[in-house]
């Protein structure tokens, strides 16, 4: 019996002094404590082939092998715990090796749309543009009546809006904001309203319930349509290249008169006629016109002296344009294959 208990012994303190994981230690543990099979757990059931005079010796002196045994493990696994703690042992820890490379931080990248945003504010910081901001919870009367367009005139209904309650809505454009501004500001006047705007359209490739205009008012003594087509024309060759055409086209809006929407040609192919352009070779970029005497009024500008020009333009539009996206709903999704592409 005592040259089995010696044995044992040796055998743990030869494994023990080798652990060097705790893999190896839980092994150890096994093939001594084990319930079934350990050698220690063994040899009590061989109390029973000694002398009953010895039974209490051996008892003790197993009990003793036992505890030591215990003891030295919790020990040892300790040990290591606090070298992978410290990171110091490459082996102890499972798959962990000190010697890799450490893992590349990503730098957080600008979102295409803020990108877009701060190049269109920029160019127009160049011409001599401030940049103004405005609520986006609005009231009728800054989002419609101010503009000139009254409860009952149809053109409000290409303004669908969401409401919050009878007084509240959520501005479907950012033309409320030059109400605001000419309301504490006289002339002269330059500036561009960057924001958010909601209107409940049905989600699909190219509407969303929120997206991003640009605003832009000038007002100023002689202000004509030709400081107009003179400006929006350099804003298109500098955001779209040298070589873009710019055309404008009569049109209707009730805040502006005369009005005209801006077309530059297709910056895809160059105005040959690809699928972007449905093959006329101009694209549509914004709604503009000379401010209507009725929104210089509402903004307590009087219309005998001061003459000016607005515009508004979609931001996604211009980023889909741009960067050559066919959905609108990737700028939303946040999937950040696709937001780190820009930039
Ligand atoms: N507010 C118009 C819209 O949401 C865009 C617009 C057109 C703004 C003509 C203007 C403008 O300032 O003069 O579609």
Redesign the pocket.
Known sequence: MDDKLKAIEQEFQQAISNADSLDTIENIRIRFLGRKEGLVTNIFKQLGTVSPEQKPLYGQKINHLKDLVTQEIDNKAKQIEGQIAKGVSQKASKGFDITLPAFKQTIAKAHPLTLVRDEICSLFIEMGFNIVEGPEIETEYYNFEALNIPLEHPSRES?DTFYLDKKHLLRS?T?PV?IRYMENNQPPIQIVVPGKVYRPDATDATHSFMFH?L??LLIDKNITLAHLKGVLSVFAKKLFGPKTKTRFRPHF?P??EP?AEMDVSCIICGGKGCRVCKYNGWIEIL???MVHPKVLKAGNIDSKKYSGF???MGIERIAMLKYGIDDIRLFYENDLRFVKQFS
Do not use: L, N
Request: glycine share 24%; charged share 5%; net charge negative.
């Open positions: 303004f454009h033309s030059q205009q605003e832009g809006f805040f502006t009005s709604g503009s016109g607005a515009f508004g």
